[in-house]
């Protein structure tokens, strides 16, 4: 669980893992935060299985680090403002046992502004390439990941800041196939207005459509469509708002 200043809703998050009914291994990792992050990590001590605070290189790397010192079979981050879905985990294992081929099991996730919660943005929907190519079908926070898979790719590009999540579903598709797919919903995304997909929408598409291009050969052309709306067209209307 990569952090940093967000202890307004790190306990909630660490809370829905501790709702799983499955086994697990939980680090968090940190940057250095100056808010209440420490009192809450602190107070969850005994019950994390390891924690760290102090500056770092980025949340990729965070995230990197944080998963070399676990062990376990299967691997996911959770950003310390996003949250697990009850039986969330149980699913996508259950959906990885069931597909031994696949590198990587996602779900449906909701997303959670204030009080008001609705479906991911874009489509979460089961898995092509071509899809893929179209969309980032897959919902960072409603995923879980077979260890070997993820070592064998070399985890997360940490020069990557905004697709990072896009770019590591690529690497893994291209080396081991396509993914599991569980039709319903195991994790909530939460919109405030700190969060880096917001603040940096122009930086995340072309990180993204970087991304698209360099694994996929081309960018396809919705991507250029939605770009203008999602950046000019959102920000003139927030203007008035």
Known sequence: MPSFNQGRYLESALESVFAQNVSFEIYVMDGGSS??????????????????????????????????????????????????????????LEALKKKPAAPLAYGLCWNLQGETKRQWPVNVEPFSRKRLAARCIVAQPATLIRRNAWESVGGLDESLHMALDYDLWWRLFARFGEFAFVDNYVATNRVHADTKTRNFRRLHYKEAMSVVKRHNGHVPIRWWLAQPYSIWYKALIRQFL
């Open 35 to 92: 808010d209440n992050s420490l009192e809450i990590l602190k107070r969850w001590d005994s019950r994390l299985t390891g924690w760290r605070s102090g500056p770092d290189g980025g949340q990729a790397c965070a995230i990197n680090n944080g998963m070399r010192l676990g062990s376990a079979p299967y691997v996911c981050w959770l950003n310390s403002d996003d949250l697990f879905q009850p039986e969330g985990l149980a699913s996508l």
